[in-house]
């Protein structure tokens, strides 16, 4: 009976004690050698906002930040190369825009529990940049998404994203060259505008199950992308413009063009809409009425014709 009772009680404490630990910092893997700064200096770029952190900079030094633009944000290190940094406590988000050290992050490895609230260009231009990560950031107070991943050419990693608050996501992942994976933006329904958001994104091609009842904007939306799935359910009663959104797409095949018109047609939309299907061609029959039931509420629709 005893032995019984210890057996399972180092079962039972070994299976608990092997959990993996939370990680609540966001952490980060940057390389100093690369473009940017001096060869041996980092520098953090903060969103303007709130800020309440320890910098943790993989080499036994540590900052206390307060400010999104402290001097602190600088780091030197004793020799150049490869460091993690942590960020622990709360701050409003990253924003390289495309400058700075960009180059010079290596990976994301832990998003953390730091609430975001601001995602405009964050990591716009960091070509090196790669998903190490198997959590998901708290988005839910990110209102603009504007730019977040542009140019992150060497990015492919899932994302799950809690849109509730965000109204743009333009530009998000324009020039992601190789990214084709997961995108699951849960509650998308205050997002206006779409607008070249996954453009030159050149393998794309991926569900989306975006509610798009409030985007106006989804011009050059899939502008050369190899994306081709079903957005016949895409909700386009706000739709004002689609302009370029599937130009030089090759990709897109009939059987998904002729759902999309169908479904658009049959939906309530604005009239004089800009729609570009690329080099999409429609079947005769229903598809070839929606289309034509389109036009006649002046839409103008380029696309390769009628099979």
């Known amino acids: 009976m005893y032995g019984y009772s210890t057996s399972m009680f180092l079962i039972n404490s070994f299976i608990y004690s092997s959990a993996p630990p939370v990680e609540t910092e966001f952490k980060m893997t940057v390389d100093t050698t690369q473009p940017g700064s001096a060869s041996d200096t980092f520098v953090l770029p903060l969103q303007n906002g709130a800020t309440s952190m320890t910098v943790y900079w993989g080499d036994g030094n540590s900052d206390v930040?307060?400010?999104?633009?402290q001097s602190e944000l600088t780091h030197v290190y004793a020799s150049s190369g490869t460091y993690q940094i942590s960020l622990d406590g709360s701050f409003s988000g990253i924003r390289f825009a495309g400058g700075g050290d960009c180059r010079k992050l290596s990976s994301i490895d832990?998003?953390?529990?730091?609430?975001?609230?601001?995602?405009?260009?964050?990591?716009?231009?960091?070509?090196?940049?790669?998903?190490?990560?198997?959590?998901?950031?708290?988005?839910?107070?990110?209102?603009n998404?504007?730019?977040?991943?542009?140019?992150?050419?060497?990015?492919?990693?899932?994302?799950?994203?809690?849109?509730?608050?965000v109204t743009t996501m333009g530009f998000m992942f324009f020039g992601c060259s190789v990214f084709n994976s997961d995108v699951t933006f849960t509650n998308t329904s205050n997002v206006?505008?779409?607008?070249?958001?996954?453009?030159?994104?050149?393998?794309?091609?991926?569900p989306l199950n975006f509610d798009?009842?409030?985007?106006?904007?989804?011009?050059?939306m899939l502008r050369s992308t190899a994306f081709d799935q079903?957005?016949?359910?895409?909700?386009?009663?706000?739709?004002?413009t689609a302009s370029a959104m599937f130009l030089y797409n090759t990709a897109f095949s009939t059987t998904n063009y002729d759902l999309l018109?169908?479904?658009?047609?049959?939906?309530?939309?604005?009239?004089?809409?800009?729609?570009?299907a690329g080099t999409a061609q429609y079947s005769s029959g229903a598809p070839a009425t929606a289309r034509a039931g389109l036009i006649s509420d002046s839409w103008t629709i380029t696309d390769g014709g009628q099979v």
């Open 65 to 69: 930040i307060t400010t999104y633009n």
């Open 230 to 240: 079903d957005i016949s359910g895409f909700n386009i009663s706000s739709l004002t």
């Open 261 to 276: 018109l169908v479904g658009w047609e049959g939906q309530t939309h604005n009239n004089s809409v800009n729609f570009h």
């Open 145 to 165: 998404m504007y730019g977040a991943f542009r140019a992150c050419s060497s990015f492919n990693s899932d994302l799950i994203f809690d849109c509730s608050n």
């Open 110 to 143: 832990n998003w953390g529990n730091n609430q975001w609230q601001e995602m405009s260009y964050s990591f716009y231009n960091c070509s090196n940049m790669v998903g190490t990560y198997t959590d998901n950031p708290d988005t839910s107070l990110v209102g």
């Open 212 to 220: 798009t009842s409030s985007v106006t904007d989804m011009s050059n």
């Open 192 to 206: 206006l505008s779409m607008g070249a958001m996954f453009r030159t994104a050149t393998v794309f091609n991926k």
